[in-house]
Structures are given as structure tokens and as C-alpha cells.
């Protein structure tokens, strides 16, 4: 779906900027240190605000043929996106009911991808897990969405919040599952556990974890997870126009001097309305506290698919060395890749 090599400039050197950028863009030299801490190697903030916004024009472009297919033509990709979210053909009862079917659907999409999967992952293993529903006593406390590793014998879960059920199209959630079990975080998670990195490493590897996550869904995108369900891809690239567009937004806040409402105008143009856990004007105010955070989050699962080799006999490889050793900052990874 994505050139490997045009929506990145990557250096070569360890002190060349992954992405690089002309030398007539000066952004405070406070943010393209943190975003260099965050990511983990030099970052030309504009240059990867300008990456971001290739790979999300590509998203769109992508969005816009899908959308067409369900008789969505007019208006922009963000106004339909809006339009199809409150389609009512595609969303849940507000019931115990329509939550157990959103759960199990879920799960039933994870089952069906771990076939896809060991084509790129070889033998890694591929760790037990699954969704599952909120306590009653958790949707009380108003908890948030959380995962629980394997651990003892016991599959791994993550624990999915459902309580504004209404506003979960059903092909929102496939995404979700990938990002947040297979093959992302309760995948990785186990394969960093056995590896026992250095503490210090993994504090200094702050956007490895979520990197993956967001690589996790592109993985199952190219791998043909989505062929035959073109609504689900349709989430999948909302939720990639949402993390994407963290990027946009961090970089054009804290490197292109944007408003804060600029940022919540191009985050909206982009994905229509929150298909997150947290609406947009909340998500912005996340990236004016943590300027960086957010942005490098991005740009490292850029990274991984840019890094990816071509030849799809590789990638088992590739993912065993991106995984295997547990978290790395995105400079000391390229260099273990040797790219």
C-alpha cells in the first residue's frame, strides 16, 4: 500500500537525521531535542511533519476509492468518514448482547490472522491471547481500555472498553484487536519479557512499544487481513489517519508554530471525528503537555515500514531482529538492522 523508501529520507550515519529537512526550517532547538529523546536518533521536525503528511495524503486517497464503494462520494474523506461512523447498520445495540458480539468478533478476527501472520513472522512465537469484556465493577470506575501479558500458563487479554458502544461501528474494532493483541502489544510484550533488555534501554526506547503497535496494523493490511471487508480497511485507515496525524499535529504545534485549534482542524480534516478512546481536542492537549511523545510514536512505525525489506522471504528475519531482543531507540535499531 505504502512506498517503502519515498515517505522517508533516512540517513545513513548515526548522527544524520532520520528524517531530514532543508536547512531554511529552524524549530526550537528545546522540541527537536525532545523529539530526538522520544524517538531515539536526530529528527528534522519538519521534515517528518511532511512525511507524515504524505502517508496520511496516501490514506486519504485510499480512503476516498473505499468510501466511494459504499456510496460515500461527496464531500471531503473526513465528512464521510463522520457520515459512515453514525450509520446505524454498523452499530452495536447498547446491550450486554451487543457487547459480547463485538468482543467475539474481535477475537474471531485475531484467530483468523495468526495464519497470515507466521508467513511474517516465521517462528517467532505468537503468544495466547485475546479480547475480552470490562468487569461490571471496571466500567463503574469509568477504567479505561487495558491488557494483561501472559503470565503463569494464562493467555494474555485486553480488556476492551465498550461502554460508548454506539459510537464503535463494528469496523472500527478489527483494527483495535491487531493494535492492541496480535500482532501488536500482546505480541511484543512476551518477546520483551523473555529477552530481559537492560532497564536503562527501555526507558530510552520511549516510542518503541507504540511504534510497533501502529507497524502491527499495517503489517495485517499488507499481509491481506483487510481483502474482502472493505469497511474494515476503511478503519483501519481511520486509525491510521488518527496515529499519523499525531504527527502532523505534534510537529506543526511545536516546530511549524500551529494554533491549538490548527491542530485540532487538521486532525479532524483527516479522520473525521475521534475514532480513539479520547477525542481530538483532548489527544491535542496530550501533544501541547508531552511535546514529542506523540510525534515519534508515529515516525517509528514509519520507520519499520520503511526498514522492511522488499522481499516478503525476509521478513521473518527482519521481525525476529526488530523483536526478538526486546525495546531499542529507533537509532541503535537501524543500526542493528543495518540499514
Not at 548522527?15 to 531554511?24: D, I, K, M, Q, S
Not at 457487547?99 to 516465521?122: C, F, I
Not at 494474555?156 to 463494528?170: F, N, S
Request: hydrophobic letters at 45%.
Amino acid at each position: 500500500m505504502h512506498s517503502r523508501r519515498t515517505l522517508l529520507t533516512i540517513g545513513l550515519a548515526a548522527a544524520t537525521p532520520v528524517f531530514a529537512a532543508p536547512a531554511r526550517v529552524r524549530p526550537s532547538a528545546e522540541y527537536r531535542s525532545l523529539l530526538a529523546t522520544a524517538y531515539g536518533a536526530p529528527v528534522d521536525p519538519a521534515a517528518a511533519h511532511s512525511a507524515a503528511q504524505a502517508a496520511c495524503a496516501a490514506a486519504q486517497a485510499r480512503a476516498d476509492v473505499l468510501l466511494r464503494g459504499q456510496g460515500l462520494a461527496a464531500g471531503g474523506v473526513g465528512e464521510r468518514l463522520r457520515l459512515l461512523m453514525k450509520d446505524p447498520r454498523w452499530l452495536y445495540p447498547d446491550t450486554d448482547a451487543g457487547r459480547d458480539r463485538a468482543v467475539a468478533e474481535m477475537n474471531a478476527y485475531l484467530s483468523a490472522v495468526r495464519t497470515l501472520l507466521r508467513t511474517a513472522l516465521g517462528g517467532l512465537p505468537i503468544a495466547p491471547a485475546q479480547v475480552r469484556r470490562m468487569s461490571a465493577a471496571d466500567v463503574a470506575a469509568g477504567r479505561g481500555g487495558y491488557r494483561e501479558p501472559p503470565a503463569d500458563g494464562k493467555p494474555g487479554a485486553y480488556y476492551v472498553d465498550l461502554r460508548a458502544i454506539r459510537d464503535r461501528p463494528d469496523w472500527t474494532l478489527r483494527s483495535v484487536a491487531y493494535h492492541e493483541v496480535t500482532p501488536g502489544h500482546l505480541l511484543q510484550l512476551p518477546l520483551q519479557a523473555a529477552a530481559c533488555p537492560p532497564e536503562a534501554r527501555i526507558k530510552a526506547s520511549a516510542a518503541y512499544f507504540e511504534a510497533w503497535a501502529i507497524y502491527a496494523e499495517q503489517l495485517c493490511a499488507d499481509l491481506g487481513a483487510f481483502a474482502g471487508d472493505p469497511r474494515g480497511e476503511i478503519g483501519y485507515l481511520q486509525w491510521r489517519l488518527f496515529r499519523l496525524g499525531r504527527v502532523v499535529a505534534d510537529t506543526g504545534l511545536h516546530a511549524l508554530g500551529w494554533s491549538r485549534g490548527q491542530a485540532i482542524a487538521a486532525m479532524t480534516d483527516l479522520q473525521g471525528r475521534s475514532v480513539a478512546f479520547i477525542t481530538i481536542e483532548a489527544d491535542v492537549d496530550r501533544m501541547l503537555a508531552a511535546p514529542g511523545k506523540y510525534a515519534a510514536e508515529g515516525l517509528g512505525a514509519l520507520s519499520l515500514a520503511a526498514w522492511r525489506p522488499r522481499d516478503r522471504a525476509r521478513w521473518p528475519a527482519f521481525h525476529r531482529a526488530v523483536l526478538a531482543g526486546g525495546p531499542r531507540p529507533f537509532g541503535d535499531l537501524r543500526r542493528r538492522l543495518g540499514i
